[in-house]
């Protein structure tokens, strides 16, 4: 349980976003196949179960005495006794309220696992989006340095340029073509993820670019929803429901018990029979339980006040984050289209106007700024995603 605190608080939140229509189809695949899913959801069904035991009237009791009478004149005694024990009525009432409470959390639980796995996927296919992009802009990189490589290899062999110009251009073209390498290698292995979350079966992901998403302008009113639908602070809410219905439970354990049943004697041709009713009254055995559950009622309302404030700042801090990402992200793309030199750098290349290496030092400015805007995206969707984590 402490462990799915940590992770709710960590991993979840919600804003009013879009659908994940990029995602949907992935984590719909996974939520149907995913083994740990699968087994949560049967654990918490048997948890369920057991929550409605215990809950009804004990099972009766049948009683048969055969006694043999000494002297033997005196005849054999046959008893028979059938008795049933219940609680007072207000017990049973309060103990299948908590088990209908319990349950709920029971509930709550597992959906905290699920979005804490879902979040997991679809921060994967965040990545993926990422490197797709970037391979995106590498593929005219590499046509690039190909060129480039063959023009100046073409010089070298009329003697229009040195080995150095064209040991320059080759380096670049292998550099290219590693960096190429270097993201197939980190797309399979996100997707080999993927595959073993969906249960070992290959999935498909074909999204390649990342869908616009706003945040909300207010936080407050979005924090207000954000909270309403946090299924950490739901949790803690349900375990004072479950507190405070437990003190009642206590407090009618304190009350009466009570047998009520069916008895026969028959000895020396003699036979009596009738009904029996008893009553128990719990002076000692139930001392101190009503306030040990106010105790604990106290307890869990101060745990959730604490969750509150936690919730609270965290989220301020991430919608922080995400703000600033936005706005930053802005910036970069403001930057590459209006001072983006790229096409001018090679025409002056081509025509001799720069050297190669004048081409590449400029060239690395864009480049730089290019993948610097990327990642800023990157980071923007995986904030925004535990932002939305709830919504999964």
């Known amino acids: 349980m402490k462990k799915l605190i940590i992770n709710i608080l960590l991993f979840t939140g919600v804003y009013s976003a879009p659908a994940q229509n990029e995602y949907e189809q992935v984590l719909l695949q996974i939520e149907t196949n995913n083994a740990t899913l699968n087994t949560l959801r049967l654990e918490a069904e048997a948890k369920k179960m057991n929550n409605r035991t215990g809950i009804y009237l004990s099972g009766p009791e049948i009683e048969f005495n055969w006694l043999w009478g000494n002297p033997a004149e005196t005849g054999n005694r046959k008893d028979i006794s059938i008795k049933q024990s219940f609680d007072f009525p207000t017990?049973?009432?309060?103990?299948?309220?908590?088990?209908?409470?319990?349950?709920?959390?029971?509930?709550?639980?597992?959906?905290?696992?699920?979005?804490?796995?879902?979040?997991?996927?679809?921060?994967?296919?965040?990545?993926?989006?990422?490197?797709?992009?970037?391979?995106?802009?590498?593929?005219?990189?590499?046509?690039?340095?190909?060129?480039i490589a063959a023009a100046y290899k073409m010089k070298l062999d009329k003697g229009e340029t040195n080995a150095i110009e064209n040991n320059k251009a080759q380096l670049y073209l292998n550099s290219i073509e590693n960096e190429i390498k270097n993201m197939e290698t980190e797309q399979n292995s996100l997707f080999s993820e993927l595959t073993q979350l969906n249960g070992g079966k290959e999935i498909l992901f074909s999204v390649e670019k990342f869908s616009d998403k706003q945040l909300p302008l207010n936080f407050e009113q979005w924090?207000?929803?954000?909270?309403?639908?946090?299924?950490?602070?739901?949790?803690?809410?349900?375990?004072?429901?479950?507190?405070?219905?437990?003190?009642?439970?206590?407090?009618?354990?304190?009350?009466?018990?009570?047998?009520?049943?069916?008895?026969?004697?028959?000895?020396?041709?003699?036979?009596?029979?009738?009904?029996?009713?008893?009553?128990?009254?719990?002076?000692w055995e139930n001392k101190n339980r009503v306030k040990q559950a106010k105790m604990q009622m106290k307890a869990s309302t101060a745990n959730f006040d604490d969750k509150q404030v936690q919730f609270y700042s965290y989220l301020q801090n991430l919608y922080s984050k995400a703000f600033n990402l936005q706005q930053t992200l802005q910036k970069y793309k403001k930057s590459l289209s209006e001072y983006n030199n790229e096409r001018l750098l090679k025409k002056a290349l081509d025509a001799g106007e720069i050297s190669l290496l004048d081409y590449l030092l400029e060239s690395q400015y864009y480049y730089e700024l290019f993948n610097k805007m990327l990642e800023t995206e990157r980071d923007y969707e995986l904030t925004a995603a535990k932002l939305s984590a709830v919504e999964l």
Do not use: H
């Open 91 to 147: 017990v049973y009432i309060s103990k299948n309220k908590i088990s209908k409470l319990e349950n709920s959390n029971i509930e709550l639980e597992y959906k905290s696992q699920r979005i804490d796995l879902l979040l997991a996927v679809k921060q994967i296919c965040i990545r993926l989006i990422y490197y797709k992009m970037l391979a995106k802009e590498y593929e005219y990189r590499l046509q690039n340095a190909k060129e």
């Open 223 to 283: 924090y207000a929803q954000a909270e309403a639908k946090n299924p950490l602070l739901q949790y803690i809410k349900g375990q004072i429901t479950i507190n405070r219905q437990q003190i009642q439970l206590n407090k009618s354990l304190a009350l009466p018990k009570f047998t009520a049943g069916y008895m026969r004697e028959q000895v020396a041709g003699q036979r009596f029979e009738g009904i029996s009713v008893g009553i128990s009254i719990p002076l």
